[in-house]
């Protein structure tokens, strides 16, 4: 499979994350790479969900091998995380359910022990809208999300499982005075920490109605991390997506709005992990390749 498209660079931005809890139960969640460049370091992280990752006992991360500058798909590397609870930081509000996990140790480890290169590709700082674009956003658009639903994935080729929605939300808006927005989609568990885009190619019609002829759009704009439910008591609730492979036991039914934290908080994760370590944040940021990887 020859990688020139960005949607076919997109299938290889995320991680496949398992993980075991204390209880012996496992569960499944989408991690995607994530590289935000400062003043002229970039610094690459995996991202998901706090609740992903925290209170397991264990964890794997899959990646891609890579094979004459392709994926060599089919053919990937299972990492398994000892210190899987300190391995990951989060946001500091403690709501805002993002956690980040340093890569490029996670790449040199591979490498050096066991001789191995992976195949990914970043998402990147400039690939989130400014003020301009979004204001430029339409209350409703098509999304794009990238993951494992219920753990589904081309387990021959190691590929994860696109799927398509709308916003139920304007963007631009911050959805409860929080950062974040609705999709409506079918969000299922295992897409805990899906990235969501909005991918337009060759023309799309901008939010004054007129239509943009040869030109493209190509925004990320956040993470899929919870799920309104319909409870047996016909309450509506905002629950993270569960990601446990086993069917919950409480009688509960989705109703298909998906809860997505803005990608700013992406970068604000980021922006603090890098803080607490001593690295200013405050230098001007350049842009990163929104094809980088290796």
Known sequence: MQITSITEQLFFTTVRIDT??????????????????????????????????RGMTAGHLTFHQRKDDQPDLGKGYRLRIDDWNNAWFGHPTEDIDIAVCPFSPIEQHVKSQNGIDLFFRYITTDLIPNEEQLADLDAIETVTFIGYPNGVWDSKNLLPVARRGTTASPIEVD????????????????????????????????????????????????????????????????????????????????????????????????????????????????????????
Do not use: C, W
Not at 29 to 41: K, S, V, Y
Not at 206 to 222: C, D, E, P
Not at 231 to 253: C, D, F
């Open 20 to 53: 075991v809890g204390a209880n012996g139960s496992q569960g499944s969640g989408t991690g995607f790479l994530f590289a935000h460049a400062i003043g002229g370091q970039t610094y690459p992280f995996v991202v998901t969900n706090k609740h992903v990752v």
């Open 175 to 294: 959805f409860e005075q929080t950062p974040k927005f609705l999709v409506d989609a079918s969000v299922f568990g295992g897409s805990s920490g899906s990235p969501v885009f909005i991918i337009n190619q060759g023309s799309y019609i901008s939010k004054n109605g007129g239509m943009n002829i040869g030109a493209s759009r190509f925004h990320f704009v956040g993470v899929i991390a919870a799920v309104y439910f319909r409870t047996h008591l016909n309450q509506i609730i905002p629950v993270p997506i569960p990601t446990q492979v086993q069917p919950m036991a409480q009688q509960q039914e989705m109703i298909d709005l998906g809860i997505v934290f803005k990608a700013r908080t992406v970068v604000e994760t980021i922006d603090a992990f890098l803080r607490a370590n001593g690295v200013n944040v405050d230098q001007e940021a350049e842009p990163a390749s929104s094809s980088g990887g290796s």
